[in-house]
């Protein structure tokens, strides 16, 4: 069976006990070596003991001295087991054995090597040597005479078989505890392994490497920009094409705050609205895109957001040019429903005989639209914000209302810095929330005035501002919402699903030009908008 087809929750059952059992035999064979070092050094440090208290015992040097008898053998093999030892040995400077657990051993030479640092250099020490008996732990000390001169030697001695049956105990006391970790590393492994699975949605890593793959190559064959954040607001991923219209490093700029990688965005914002977004328009590294957003939530908490976004491009310029003939087409409705009516009464004043009122008529409507047209053209230099305030009165007309463009009112041709499609977005948002508000005021009070039906538009470029100003009778400003509040995107008094956008709009684009919006009441009702525009860039 391969590897790969075992699936991730056995493989992380399998990693894990096996590198526990790994690791409890290590820790097992270390205890049992400490252990077992444990013991021996406290057993040589125990039989030294007992050979330098006997090397210094006046019965021992007199015993080497003179001879050993039957009684004094009896004594030591009594001694011996006294203390738990193996056996204790004493030999005189030859190495020749005085006393010995075993009677046949008496008098031969003692077994083990491990004398000469006793009796040629009369130390005491402790060794480990296989003798008569076997491996053992010994204590060694050299029996010196009243005239210092080295005599003979003491050796006591404990076995290592014996150490070994001491030591079993606390071996299988170990193994059984190991098994015991074991075990439950069994149930850890297989809880963390099942929770781990859970967490990447039951994928393989095999399946995760291969929708990485696939992920990264479409992300990379897109035309859009995508780019996605993390919960803290650093770039995670961004493609290729996103790199190329925002001219921006993709190396520079992975996993670093997406604040400092494009200062002008709000992306971050998404973090905290979770609200989705589409078809905005965002001004970001010199560069006007049309964007949507969307926060990525998992276990309805949001962990990041992500945007796609497009320069705007032929496609768009198209979806302009039919929102702009859409206008047209409605501005040449409601024209054609005006005159329709106009020439319904000329066509009943021709029938009355009334020819001299539908000359006045006439002229009158003539003078009026022509005088508004060469107002415009004398006034507005820049044609197509002329064009879009012509549409506006037009269409004020359709509503019963009535769009007056101040006298004062002047524009000369708008600086570079200054794009007129921008300064139309401006005005004609104004204008509508100024038509909403009007209407909305005239459905609310029955006896609304008919003065205040009039709304009032100014535009000019005296000194090194452009000033937009837009002025109304309607319901005014909300009291419950404030100014900073009411320039968010999403914020209105209407429905959020189609308002909360004209504001928004106008004040990003009074702050993309260092400009300011001014929101305030009317002293008698109403309110008044106002956008300043500088002419030049603000040092």
Known sequence: MKWSTISFRKRML???????????????????????????????????????????????????????????????????????????????????????????????????????????????????????????????????????????????????????????????????????????????????????????????????????????????????????????????????????????????????????????????????????????????????????????????????????????????????QLAKTKEYADLLRSQTHEHRNKLNTISGMVQMGELEAVQHLIGQETAHYQALIEFLRETVKEPLIAGMLLGKTERARELGLELVVEEGSRLEPLPDRINAEDVVTIVGNLIDNAFDATREAIASDVNFAHERRKIEVSVSDYGNEVILEVSDHGCGLPDNIAAEELVMRGVSTKDKQTRGVGLHLVSELALRYQGELEMVNNKESGARMTVYLPKEDLV
């Open 14 to 320: 399998i990693i894990m006990t096996l590198s526990g059992l790994i690791e409890l035999l290590l820790l097992v064979a270390a205890g049992f070596i400490y252990i077992k070092h444990a013991q021996e050094e406290e057993m040589g440090l125990k039989a030294l003991g007992v050979a330098s208290f006997l090397a210094k015992s006046p019965y021992v040097i007199e015993m080497i001295e003179t001879g050993v008898t039957p009684e004094l053998q009896t004594r030591y093999r009594s001694l011996t087991e006294l203390i738990g030892a193996a056996f204790i040995v004493i030999g005189d400077k030859e190495g020749v054995r005085l006393v010995h657990p075993v009677d046949e051993r008496i008098g031969l030479p003692m077994k083990g090597g491990d004398n000469k640092r006793a009796l040629v250099d009369g130390e005491a020490y402790i060794s480990v040597a296989k003798g008569s008996l076997g491996y053992s732990v010994r204590g060694k000390t050299a029996v010196f005479n009243q005239q210092g001169q080295i005599i003979g030697v003491v050796s006591v001695g404990y076995l290592i078989d014996r150490l070994q049956d001491k030591i079993e105990p606390f071996l299988i006391y170990l193994i059984m505890m190991a098994f015991i970790v074991v075990a439950a590393n069994v149930l850890v492994s297989s809880y963390a392994s099942r929770k781990f699975q859970r967490a990447i949605l039951g994928f393989e890593p095999e399946e995760i490497g291969r929708l990485y793959v696939e992920l990264d190559v479409t992300l990379e064959t897109l035309k859009e920009g995508i780019l996605s954040i993390d919960g803290e607001g650093r770039l995670r991923s961004i493609n290729r094409s996103a790199c190329q219209i925002l001219n921006i490093n993709k190396a520079d700029s992975i996993n670093r705050p997406l604040s400092e990688v494009l200062p002008d965005s709000d992306l971050q914002s998404v973090l905290q609205t979770a609200r989705t977004d589409n078809d905005i328009n965002l001004y970001l590294n010199q560069q006007r895109l049309i964007a949507n957003r969307s926060p990525i939530i998992v276990d309805d908490k949001v962990v990041g957001a992500v945007s796609s976004f497009r320069l705007r491009d032929d496609l768009t310029e198209l979806t302009e």
